[in-house]
């Protein structure tokens, strides 16, 4: 039986309309399921798909197989959210997706089912009932079984990921917040934004601890790209960060920058392994970095610029152990080694 098409995109149109959306998409986020097998990407339509990371690396797969098993739909088109799906992160059970001022949870055994609907959603104790902020991270918090949000209202929120309330508002900033981080051996929290600035929060407090305003540093600061925070990541008393400063690794117990990195594009997104710091920005390539400051390696991808990277070391699935990168495009890269990129996903 032939398959209908809604009445909102006449059946001439479909195609074409399909093809403009893939030209113009942006891949924010990423997450990869509990069992290592399957990655989610959210883009700026408001659409998640899950890709099959094991089909896609068998040495028998097709052009089919790069493509998403499933994309959560309502009607003709994939709408998991209002607006981008800016952020992702995954549970031992759960994808929990956001982006339009709430934050939803989808459970991974049932995603692969065509017609999934979200288990259940979450909106922060905004200021007022119109402010509908975006949310940009998210942050698990596994000690306390927590997940922190932030975004548009330069706040942080902590929630309970057992009673789905929220506990917590940790302000601070006085601009909008880009990313998050946590020291996983204390239970603190970073955050960096628009402001310019990396603040340190002590979760046990639920106090700002200690400030890094990076742009006033003068072998950080880079005026003509603004003072905003876009990426950090932290390693112990280690801190990356990056944005329209420029890339450095900060020592954070004295609040020192130990290493500006060499590189003139903003970077997006970045994150210790091994002992490396990886990181991507604006520009097709993912760059590799010794501790040191000393560029490693390039390795180019397929899209235009990149706002998102994902390692994953599910140890349930050493097959699958590979790196994605996305951003600019309707792709998303597979770098089977850090030195090669194997073939690209697409939506």
Request: glycine share 8%; charged share 20%; with cysteine.
């Amino acid at each position: 039986m032939e398959r209908a098409v809604p009445l909102a995109v006449p059946l001439g149109q479909t195609e074409v309309f399909q093809a403009l959306q893939r030209l113009h998409m942006t891949i924010f986020s990423q997450s990869v399921s509990p069992c290592g097998k399957f990655l989610a990407a959210g883009n700026n339509y408001g659409q998640i798909a899950i890709f099959s990371l094991s089909s896609a690396l068998s040495s028998e797969a097709k052009e089919e197989s790069k493509k998403p098993v499933v994309t959560f739909q309502v009607l003709h088109f994939s709408l998991a959210h209002d607006g981008p799906v800016y952020s992702m992160v995954s549970t031992d059970r759960h994808l929990l997706s956001a982006g339009d001022g709430e934050v939803k949870a989808w459970l991974w055994a049932e995603m692969l089912k065509k017609g999934c609907k979200e288990l259940w959603r979450r909106q922060p104790p905004y200021r007022t009932s119109l402010e509908v902020p975006e949310i940009n991270a998210l942050l698990l918090v596994p000690k306390e079984n927590s997940l922190i949000l932030a975004g548009g209202d330069c706040q942080l929120h902590t929630m309970d990921l057992e009673t789905g309330t929220f506990t917590r508002v940790l302000r601070g900033h006085t601009d909008y917040i880009h990313c998050l981080a946590l020291r996983e051996r204390s239970p603190e929290v970073l955050s960096g934004g628009e402001d310019g600035a990396v603040r340190l929060w002590d979760l046990r407090t639920a106090k700002e601890v200690q400030t890094i305003e990076v742009y006033k540093h003068e072998e950080c600061s880079r005026p003509h790209n603004g003072r905003w925070i876009g990426c950090l990541a932290t390693d112990s008393d280690w801190m990356v960060c990056g944005g329209g400063p420029a890339l450095t690794l900060w020592h954070l117990r004295s609040s020192t920058p130990t290493t500006i990195f060499p590189i003139r594009a903003p970077q997006k997104h970045v994150t210790f392994y091994q002992d490396l710091i990886l990181s991507a920005g604006q520009g097709r390539c993912v760059n590799q970095w010794q501790l040191s400051g000393e560029l490693k390696a390039q390795v180019p991808g397929s899209s235009p610029g990149l706002l998102s990277l994902s390692l994953n070391q599910q140890p349930a699935a050493p097959e699958c152990k590979v790196l994605t990168a996305a951003g600019n495009s309707c792709r998303v890269d597979v770098f089977t080694n850090l030195g090669y990129r194997a073939f690209s996903l697409s939506f």
